[in-house]
Nanobody
């Protein structure tokens, strides 16, 4: 059974940093693209950062480029999102998701392409 468990969210002041983690189990983690999504209050779910199976390729949305870094440790079955220079508009529930196609890379994923999701972790940026 696939499980994705996020952690690391919290309350942080503007300009602060957080590192999110997503521990995966129940599938061959090192054979699937992983992606971070987020959903802000009253807004639709949007993808944030994607990473290829070996972590060689990454893709970020423009609104986080230069501030967020996605990475993975395949030996530990863990996905990370390092977030710096956080802004109030980054406030959202952040989810990690598993791409449904093994061994593939999609730099512009959409929600229907993901078949497993974590429960989410709340990030609040406020002074």
């Amino acid at each position: 059974q696939v499980q994705l468990v996020e952690s690391g969210g919290g309350l942080v002041r503007p300009g602060g940093s957080l590192r999110l983690s997503c521990i995966a189990s129940g599938f061959d983690f090192d054979n699937y693209q992983m992606t971070w999504f987020r959903q802000a209050p009253g807004k639709e779910l949007e993808w944030v950062s994607a990473i290829s199976v070996r972590g060689v390729l990454t893709e970020d949305q423009d609104f986080v480029k230069g501030r967020f870094t996605v990475s993975r440790d395949n030996a530990q079955n863990t996905l990370y999102l390092q977030m710096t220079n956080l802004k109030p508009e980054d406030t959202a529930v952040y989810y990690c998701a598993k791409y449904m196609f093994a061994g593939s890379w999609n730099p512009h994923p959409t929600k229907p392409m993901f078949d497993s999701w974590g429960q989410g972790t709340q990030v609040t940026v406020s002074s």
